[in-house]
């Protein structure tokens, strides 16, 4: 009613209030019941007079009416001329013209045309409304709807008759879990991306099977929604709200059919661990692109998130060729796009400075080849890098209902069922409410993994190679699979206590994840354990495991603590010594090195030259004289790069790291 006294005083509507709160959707229902043409726009800071003249300028010959979202991101400046053009508008309609001038053009008046613009207040990147443009937009705050009347509403429209008590089970749900859950970036109660997501789920799930009990269908659908996006810490206290307040639905345990077998199969081919849980992550990400074309993958590095998404993919690749009947394993292509090495207009597109003319953006140019592809194969658009507003905030009319991607071009592209958005990020602490209302999301928790399955494929691997060179040779079993079953008792003897222990006393100059601590520990090993570095049955097999342990020990040593600060160090050298009394007593164990001639340890002097004459064509500030220091550093980030590994030296300012890298990638091989 005040959206349309706002049209009969002749002026535009400004739906206002934060993200869910159905701001476009009121607009879009009003033009519904009047049979007015709506277009959505979703406005960037990219928006200038010309691109709004030549929107107005159509809105006034046609009578249609234009729902811009998101205007207060438009500049300042910008917004002043919008006044002015809105203002000959609506003065040309008061008049009753036929006919008006607008940017020097005389064009046709179609008095049923409409402005309305939609606006969060206060979120980041917005802009105060300039008073001339104030008068022209009669405001409407949008309160917070009745969330249960609305879930009931879908619910009876679903086709559940017990929907009045299970409304009130799923808001009583949703204010449970605000209240008690941890406070989470990615997480968000609101009707957008709670009560409707729930509500249709719910709906398709009853529709697929009328036999079952209703409250069990929810039930089964409030878990397959939510626990998705829940971290490690919260699941438990999640589980125990739904079992409260429904007490005795229990789920049929289900063996997940051919897509958790086929993911498992997969898995095993690629050298990885088939972990249950990291398999229901996958099977979630299936499950929640189902219901969304826009989804979030949240979660630390190491958890996973490009493994699982790449799985996923091969999986439904192949489970078309077996099973081409059923629609929802099709072919899948992925286009990757990191978003932050792009500017917004290369990412979506701009007007040449000098001439005007549109250049296509990247995802312009991607989501307009995968929209025009009517093939029924799944196009998956992957934004892998942080999600920040600046860029973010102009995908809202993408990632909603509308399902358009608006240029500043005045292009609307428009998402076909098999074109789905898929982001791969480690929090959402940059996003607004508006976006995380409006994607589905899946947390990885880091716990899931952890590192076992990681040295677990490790292992399996240098096994898998072993018995290749045994089967060569045709002799029993070889050196490597010696090796593999002597590392498997020393990982079970040192690893978990190391790590723990570097996680509760030490302290790194960059904080590392166990994962990577790891992955840097097997790294170092597989280049230093080598038969030229006395890995050789040749002196007998005491003998060889003194060696294969030593090297364990010192890249176990290196692999965890070469992060470490200098007090850090000290501390793991306190704890190496009490789980291995055979090191040297003097200093810590980072003084020393492997001697593989006498399988000992040897202190880094002993590399030191006793009389060092510096190159007469080296000039002075390029002279490395070698210390304890530069040797142990040098050996170690050596051995990284010789296999091709991509090292990072961290240090205060002053401490040598140029000099180092540079004199070590001097003594590198030409070739």
Same mark, same amino acid.
């Given at each position: 009613?005040?959206?349309?006294?706002?049209?009969?005083?002749?002026?535009?509507?400004?739906?206002?209030?934060?993200?869910?709160?159905?701001?476009?959707?009121?607009?879009?229902?009003?033009?519904?019941?009047?049979?007015?043409?709506?277009?959505?726009?979703?406005?960037?800071?990219?928006?200038?007079?010309?691109?709004?003249?030549?929107?107005?300028?159509?809105?006034?010959?046609?009578?249609?009416?234009?729902?811009?979202?998101?205007?207060?991101?438009?500049?300042?400046?910008?917004?002043?001329?919008?006044?002015?053009?809105?203002?000959?508008?609506?003065?040309?309609?008061?008049?009753?013209?036929?006919?008006?001038?607008?940017?020097?053009?005389?064009?046709?008046?179609?008095?049923? /045309?409409?402005?309305?613009?939609?606006?969060?207040?206060?979120?980041?990147?917005?802009?105060?409304?300039?008073?001339?443009?104030?008068?022209?937009?009669?405001?409407?705050?949008?309160?917070?709807?009745?969330?249960?009347?609305?879930?009931?509403?879908?619910?009876?429209?679903?086709?559940? &008759?017990?929907?009045?008590?299970?409304?009130?089970?799923?808001?009583?749900?949703?204010?449970?879990?605000?209240?008690?859950?941890?406070?989470?970036?990615?997480?968000?109660?609101?009707?957008?991306?709670?009560?409707?997501?729930?509500?249709?789920?719910?709906?398709?799930?009853?529709?697929?099977?009328?036999?079952?009990?209703?409250?069990?269908?929810?039930?089964?659908?409030?878990?397959?929604?939510?626990?998705?996006?829940?971290?490690?810490?919260?699941?438990?206290?999640?589980?125990?709200?739904?079992?409260?307040?429904?007490?005795?639905?229990?789920?049929?345990?289900?063996?997940?059919?051919?897509?958790?077998?086929?993911?498992?199969?997969?898995?095993?081919?690629?050298?990885?661990?088939?972990?249950?849980?990291?398999?229901?992550?996958?099977?979630?990400?299936?499950? /929640?692109?189902?219901?969304?074309?826009?989804?979030?993958?949240?979660?630390?590095?190491?958890?996973?998130?490009?493994?699982?998404?790449?799985?996923?993919?091969?999986?439904?690749?192949?489970?078309?060729?077996?099973?081409?009947?059923?629609?929802?394993?099709?072919?899948?292509?992925?286009?990757?796009?990191?978003?932050?090495?792009?500017?917004?207009?290369?990412?979506?597109?701009?007007?040449?400075?000098?001439?005007?003319?549109?250049?296509?953006?990247?995802?312009?140019?991607?989501?307009?080849?995968? /929209?025009?592809?009517? &093939?029924?194969?799944?196009?998956?658009?992957?934004?892998?890098?942080?999600?920040?507003?600046?860029?973010?905030?102009?995908?809202?009319?993408?990632?909603?209902?509308?399902?358009?991607?608006?240029?500043?071009?005045?292009?609307?592209?428009?998402?076909?069922?098999?074109?789905?958005?898929?982001?791969?990020?480690?929090?959402?602490?940059?996003?607004?409410?508006?976006?995380?209302?409006?994607?589905?999301?899946?947390?990885?928790?880091?716990?899931?993994?952890?590192?076992?399955?990681?040295?677990?494929?490790?292992?399996?691997?240098?096994?898998?190679?072993?018995?290749?060179?045994?089967?060569?040779?045709?002799?029993?079993?070889?050196?490597?699979?010696?090796?593999?079953?002597?590392?498997?008792?020393?990982?079970?003897?040192?690893?978990?206590?190391?790590?723990?222990?570097?996680?509760?006393? /030490?302290?790194?100059?960059?904080?590392?994840?166990?994962?990577?601590?790891?992955?840097?520990?097997?790294?170092?090993?597989?280049?230093?354990?080598?038969?030229?570095?006395?890995?050789?049955?040749?002196?007998?097999?005491?003998?060889?495991?003194?060696?294969?342990?030593?090297?364990?020990?010192?890249?176990?040593?290196?692999?965890?603590?070469?992060?470490?600060?200098?007090?850090?160090?000290?501390?793991?050298?306190?704890?190496?010594?009490?789980?291995?009394?055979?090191?040297?007593?003097?200093?810590?164990?980072?003084?020393?090195?492997?001697?593989?001639?006498?399988?000992?340890?040897?202190?880094?002097?002993?590399?030191?030259?006793?009389?060092?004459?510096?190159?007469?064509?080296?000039?002075?500030?390029?002279?490395?004289?070698?210390?304890?220091?530069?040797?142990?550093?040098?050996?170690?980030?050596?051995?990284?790069?010789?296999?091709?590994?991509?090292?990072?030296?961290?240090?205060?300012?002053?401490?040598?790291?140029?000099?180092?890298?540079?004199?070590?990638?001097?003594?590198?091989?030409?070739?």
């Amino acid at each position: 009613m005040t959206l349309g006294a706002a049209m009969y005083t002749r002026r535009g509507g400004n739906p206002l209030g934060p993200a869910g709160t159905g701001k476009t959707e009121t607009v879009k229902d009003f033009g519904k019941a009047l049979a007015r043409y709506v277009i959505v726009f979703n406005c960037s800071d990219g928006v200038d007079f010309k691109m709004t003249g030549k929107m107005f300028s159509g809105l006034a010959q046609t009578g249609a009416w234009a729902c811009l979202d998101e205007f207060n991101r438009i500049e300042v400046e910008v917004l002043s001329v919008v006044a002015t053009q809105i203002a000959t508008v609506m003065t040309a309609i008061k008049e009753g013209r036929k006919r008006f001038v607008f940017f020097g053009q005389d064009i046709r008046l179609i008095s049923s /045309c409409g402005i309305f613009v939609t606006m969060n207040p206060g979120y980041a990147g917005r802009s105060e409304l300039p008073d001339n443009l104030k008068a022209m937009l009669r405001p409407v705050s949008m309160m917070v709807p009745d969330f249960t009347l609305i879930a009931e509403i879908m619910m009876f429209s679903e086709g559940f &008759s017990s929907a009045k008590v299970l409304a009130k089970k799923m808001i009583a749900i949703m204010e449970l879990s605000q209240q008690q859950l941890s406070k989470q970036d990615h997480y968000d109660y609101g009707l957008r991306s709670f009560v409707i997501p729930i509500a249709r789920a719910a709906g398709a799930l009853k529709r697929a099977d009328s036999d079952v009990s209703e409250e069990v269908i929810l039930y089964r659908t409030m878990l397959d929604l939510i626990k998705p996006k829940l971290v490690f810490l919260d699941l438990p206290l999640f589980m125990a709200l739904l079992s409260d307040l429904f007490p005795g639905v229990e789920l049929p345990a289900g063996d997940g059919g051919v897509l958790r077998a086929a993911i498992e199969q997969d898995l095993r081919e690629g050298g990885l661990q088939p972990v249950p849980e990291f398999v229901n992550k996958i099977i979630q990400i299936f499950d /929640c692109k189902v219901a969304r074309h826009g989804n979030m993958m949240v979660g630390k590095t190491g958890s996973g998130k490009t493994a699982a998404w790449k799985c996923l993919q091969r999986t439904l690749t192949k489970l078309n060729k077996e099973y081409p009947a059923n629609d929802q394993f099709q072919k899948v292509h992925v286009y990757i796009i990191n978003p932050l090495s792009l500017s917004n207009n290369e990412l979506y597109g701009s007007f040449e400075e000098s001439t005007h003319e549109w250049r296509d953006g990247v995802l312009a140019r991607i989501m307009r080849t995968a /929209c025009r592809d009517e &093939s029924p194969d799944q196009k998956w658009i992957l934004f892998d890098g942080p999600v920040d507003t600046l860029w973010i905030e102009s995908m809202n009319t993408t990632l909603d209902d509308n399902k358009l991607l608006t240029l500043l071009s005045g292009e609307r592209i428009a998402m076909p069922p098999q074109v789905s958005l898929l982001f791969e990020v480690e929090d959402l602490s940059q996003a607004s409410p508006a976006t995380v209302s409006r994607a589905g999301m899946v947390y990885l928790n880091v716990e899931d993994l952890g590192w076992r399955p990681y040295i677990s494929s490790w292992l399996a691997a240098r096994a898998a190679t072993a018995a290749e060179e045994a089967g060569a040779a045709g002799g029993p079993a070889s050196i490597g699979q010696q090796v593999v079953n002597l590392l498997t008792k020393h990982i079970d003897r040192y690893m978990d206590a190391a790590l723990e222990y570097k996680r509760l006393y /030490c302290r790194e100059l960059v904080p590392v994840h166990r994962l990577s601590s790891v992955r840097t520990f097997t790294r170092l090993f597989d280049a230093l354990a080598t038969r030229e570095n006395g890995v050789t049955l040749d002196e007998g097999p005491e003998a060889f495991a003194t060696v294969v342990e030593l090297w364990f020990l010192f890249s176990l040593i290196w692999g965890l603590g070469g992060s470490l600060d200098e007090e850090g160090r000290k501390k793991l050298d306190t704890f190496m010594r009490d789980m291995d009394t055979r090191y040297p007593s003097a200093e810590t164990v980072f003084e020393y090195y492997v001697d593989t001639k006498n399988r000992q340890w040897l202190n880094w002097d002993t590399k030191l030259s006793g009389s060092f004459k510096p190159r007469a064509d080296i000039p002075a500030y390029r002279l490395l004289v070698p210390t304890v220091d530069t040797t142990r550093n040098m050996f170690v980030a050596g051995s990284l790069v010789r296999s091709s590994i991509h090292t990072l030296i961290v240090g205060a300012v002053g401490v040598g790291k140029t000099m180092t890298i540079q004199s070590m990638l001097e003594s590198l091989p030409a070739d």
